[in-house]
């Protein structure tokens, strides 16, 4: 992060947090919203699509935030490297809210919810049948009892490193897409 940051002076590099941690709380709601479906989507699929739908939408909606950033707090001019530092801290600070949501929701909501609608799924006729026909048998009992063992940091931290992970990498893109080196935005 450092070689993205160095040309900046402090202001800058005050604003540029300021924004990404706005964008980041924005981009919280959007992947909590999409937790929220994927847990009821467990139930009725219709919400299912919907977690997909909003996830998908997650690179989108930093592309865009990141173009408000340059146009309206750039003036229309932003580099590749402010760009691509913008989209990381977004990425981290929305998966940090992102994190202590599914801390919140493993610890007291949850109950073992997800553990035992995964189950079901598995233990269903159809479950059973797509299992046998891949030979994953072994695997899925191996992968329910590692979800068993984990307590809610697991999951929330797991959740941040996809997160902060992903950012890096969709941060290439974004910021290849948005920057500009001449201002080109009527206001």
């Known amino acids: 992060m450092y070689l993205c940051t160095r040309n900046m002076s402090p202001q800058e590099y005050i604003q540029l947090k300021a924004f990404a941690r706005q964008d ?14 994927y847990i009821l989507g467990l139930a009725n699929p219709t919400m299912g699509m919907l977690a997909l739908l909003l996830i998908v939408a997650s690179p989108f909606f930093a592309a865009s935030r990141l173009r408000h950033f340059r146009d309206y707090a750039r003036e229309g001019i932003i580099t590749f490297r402010r760009g691509y530092a913008y989209t990381v801290l977004t990425f981290f600070y929305g998966g940090l ?83 500009r080196k001449t201002a080109n935005v009527k206001h």
């Open 97 to 179: 809210l992102l994190a202590v949501a599914m801390f919140v929701y493993f610890n007291f909501i949850d109950q073992g919810y997800l553990l035992g609608k995964l189950t079901d799924a598995m233990n269903s006729a159809e479950g059973k049948t797509v299992i046998q026909a891949y030979g994953m048998g072994d695997q899925m009992e191996e992968g329910l009892r590692e979800l068993a063992d984990m307590r809610p940091i697991d999951y929330a931290l797991n959740m941040l490193t996809i997160n902060i992970t992903t950012g890096f990498l969709l941060g290439l893109p974004i910021a290849a897409f948005m920057q």
């Open 24 to 37: 980041g709380a924005l981009l919280s709601l959007l992947w909590i919203g999409g937790f929220a479906c």
